[in-house]
């Protein structure tokens, strides 16, 4: 298996503009997460779903920040209007719960930086 | 409320030496505990995980970790340290398997 994909792997952006962070995660796994780490504030859960489902959305900073999980080999992070202090490493992780596993693996990341 | 938390921002040790890298938790309910270790500009990589059984769990790269129920502990252990093991080392917690919660992580420093 390839593992968990992202993509872009480096996005630069100015102020103000739409960012779409794209993610497919592991064949058969039914629990996606969303992380942001920052050496600020480190590593920071910001959305998961489990069967393409947000179950909890709390760690999500703002309204400017959106997710989706259309089906279950494709999710995406959007922030827009994006600012600065998005600036971060924004990961993806899967994994599958239900197979008593429950350990996340992790994508390899995208570096955002907003100037 | 889980919490997890990794008292010490850097371990500095000797190659050679044995390593022990600290985590302490906070959950209602029984936890699920894992280690993770992130080398630069790489995501997360777990390394071994506690959820019931025996309290001393080995994990990859011959590493391991003490579950301690009464001191709500959870340390990462090596007998001997290589340089190669120098990294950023999470601690996390959950309960149920779902939402996890991580510590703030610990460098860990192996100078030859």
């Known amino acids: 298996d390839a593992g968990v994909i992202q993509s872009p792997r480096h996005e630069v952006t100015e102020m103000g503009q739409e960012v779409t962070l794209r993610c497919k995660p592991i064949s058969g796994h039914n629990s996606l997460f969303w992380y942001r780490q920052t050496m600020m504030r480190g590593l920071e859960l910001l959305i998961y779903?489990?069967?393409?489902?947000?179950?909890?959305d709390s760690g999500m900073p703002e309204d400017r920040f959106s997710a989706k999980m259309p089906n279950a080999s494709f999710s995406t992070l959007k922030i827009q209007p994006s600012e600065p202090r998005d600036s971060a490493v924004y990961f993806c992780?899967?994994?599958?719960?239900?197979?008593?596993?429950?350990?996340?693996?992790f994508g390899p990341g995208t570096r955002l930086t907003v100037l | 409320a889980q919490s997890v938390a990794q008292p010490e921002d850097q371990v500095n040790v000797a190659e050679g030496n044995p390593l022990t890298v600290k985590c302490t938790y906070s959950?209602?309910?029984?936890?699920?505990l894992f280690w993770y270790v992130q080398y630069p500009n790489r995501g997360l990589q777990f390394l071994l995980k506690y959820i019931t059984g025996d309290n001393l769990v080995k994990g990859s790269y011959g590493f391991e970790a003490e579950f301690n129920k009464s001191q709500t502990s959870f340390h990462l252990k090596k007998p001997s340290a290589l340089v190669s093991d120098s990294a950023l080392y999470f601690c996390?917690?959950?309960?149920?398997?779902?939402?996890?919660?991580f510590g703030a992580g610990t460098r860990l420093f192996v100078k030859a």
């Open positions: 996390a917690v959950s309960v149920g398997g779902f939402k996890t919660i």
């Open positions: 779903f489990n069967n393409n489902v947000p179950i909890d």
């Open positions: 992780a899967s994994s599958f719960p239900g197979s008593g596993r429950n350990e996340q693996f």
């Open positions: 959950v209602s309910g029984n936890p699920y």
